[in-house]
């Protein structure tokens, strides 16, 4: 057996999951072992790779949570379909409110149900942040403003003075 590689036993206690879930998911193509699939012949081990144990947690973490297979395949889809799935996976954090499956990625928040729709998400330190940055251009243009109106009554009241 190869070094990284787990048995549909392991995969199961590892994921939680059980090998009815692991057979049914396997077929319907939602996670298939990555490592070697038995390809329908009987005594032909199943192999799953690390990847595939987290796939199978999340999955099932999902699921247990209320989310229904079809969301979760959609969802799935969207989260799998572009790049490597380990670099996406420890990028993304899934937020699910029991309706959708939200992906989480950097400061951006995505539907993953919707095709990665990109949802409304601002968090209070940025818009502080700007808030601020905001004030300080004010205050500068006031005083710049300030300046300009002072050195304006100047010119004006030394015109006054010449005439």
Request: proline residues 2%; charged residues 30%.
């Amino acid at each position: 057996m190869k070094k990284d590689a787990f048995t549909s036993k392991q995969a199961c206690y590892l994921s939680g999951c059980t090998s009815h879930q692991l057979r049914y998911w396997d077929k319907v193509k939602l996670v298939s072992p990555s490592i070697q699939s038995s390809f329908g012949k009987p005594g032909v081990p199943k192999l799953y790779s690390f990847r595939d144990i987290v796939s199978l947690k999340v999955i099932k973490t999902l699921l247990d949570n209320g989310m229904s297979i079809q969301r979760v395949r959609r969802a799935w889809r969207y989260l799998t379909r572009n790049g490597d799935l380990q670099d996406q996976l420890s990028k993304t954090k899934l937020i699910s409110d029991g309706e959708t499956i939200y992906s989480v990625e950097e400061n951006e928040v995505f539907d993953a149900l919707k095709q990665g729709q990109l949802a409304f998400f601002e968090t209070i330190d940025f818009v502080a942040k700007e808030v601020e940055e905001d004030i300080s251009k004010f205050e500068l243009d006031k005083e710049r403003f300030l300046n300009l109106l002072t050195r304006v009554e100047d010119d004006i009241q030394s015109q006054q003075l010449q005439a």
